[in-house]
């Protein structure tokens, strides 16, 4: 359950709610699995995220309305309610899941919306890109989605336990808490996405699964979304065993940044490698996602153009 309060400064509270708070009770009775109601100056909305932003959006198009207008009538309200309901449905199209806090998770560039459209229709797919364009954060999105639907049974998420800069034998803990660090960016996309006791649930149950890709060895993975990130620091072999344990009716995403390969200098990038074997394999979809995509702080997008001009004059 969510609570959003909207503030109305500067209106003539009974012109604006109408009699006995009329155009509002309009508003609530077109929204009843939300809680509407008006005290004072506040409205007051509670319930799920999704029908509290389309709420918060009906109701500043009426006080626009009524700000442009001077007045406002019950056939006012209707007539947006009715717009806001046609909206909703299109908005719906697109929005991926609700987040834990009421947040929309949808794709917000046309490359992560070509990444959404290849995973529909490819049951292997890879996304490159440097970080912060989102590949990761929408392919774990979609994978939760999957098992809302229950379109899968279970979620398997990996990433290869590479260390960058660091020796994982001499950090302190047992295996899981050594690898944790590594898994990281993965537990904090889900929880973005699963409210804290379910995602509990989920992970004791093994519903959702989050291990470093040796885990993976000797297995046959069905009935799963499964998510391999930071591909880029898999060797040939361990990449080609990832991809030989997909089973019947799984999705497969495989995310990487051959930008940023982990891996000693003579070790080939098993990402880079598949790319390249596997181009003229059917059934496999591929998007590339850049600095226009990146949905970070403003100024990653000028870090990355840095980087990238420092390479290229290296080549």
């Given at each position: ?37 008006s005290r004072g100056n ?92 989102g590949k990761t954060y ?119 940044d051959l930008s940023q ?55």
């Amino acid at each position: 359950m969510v609570e959003k309060v909207i503030t109305l400064e500067n209106i003539s509270l009974i012109d604006f709610l109408g009699v006995e708070n009329e155009n509002i009770k309009t508003v609530a009775s077109a929204f009843p699995k939300s809680k509407v109601v008006s005290r004072g100056n506040e409205i007051r909305i509670q319930g799920e995220g999704s029908e509290i932003l389309k709420i918060n959006d009906v109701l500043n198009a009426l006080m626009h309305h009524f700000n442009k207008f001077g007045s406002l009538n019950a056939d006012n309200v209707q007539e947006y309610i009715d717009m806001g309901k046609v909206e909703l449905q299109k908005q719906e199209q697109e929005v991926l899941i609700y987040g834990t806090r009421g947040f929309v998770i949808k794709p917000k560039t046309q490359n992560q919306i070509n990444l959404v459209e290849k995973v529909k229709n490819n049951d292997l797919v890879f996304a490159l890109g440097p970080a912060g364009t989102g590949k990761t954060y929408i392919s774990v999105a979609m994978a939760v989605q999957a098992l809302k639907n229950k379109e899968v049974r279970k979620i398997i998420i990996t990433r290869p336990a590479v260390e960058a800069g660091e020796t994982l034998g001499f950090l302190p803990g047992d295996l899981k808490e050594k690898l944790d660090p590594y898994l990281r960016p993965i537990y904090d996309a889900l929880m973005d996405m699963v409210p804290s006791e379910k995602l509990r649930y989920y992970q004791e149950n093994n519903i959702i699964e989050i291990a470093p890709l040796a885990y993976m060895r000797g297995r046959t993975l069905n009935h799963a979304f499964i998510l391999l990130d930071e591909a880029q620091n898999t060797t040939p072999m361990q990449l080609k065993m990832f991809l030989t344990r997909m089973g019947p009716n799984s999705k497969v995403i495989v995310t990487g940044d051959l930008s940023q390969i982990d891996l000693p200098k003579k070790q080939k990038s098993g990402l880079k490698d598949a790319i390249g074997i596997l181009k003229k394999v059917k059934g496999i979809g591929y998007v590339e996602l850049g600095r226009k995509d990146v949905v970070r702080h403003r100024i990653v997008k000028d870090i990355i153009d840095a980087y990238e001009e420092i390479e290229e004059s290296n080549d």
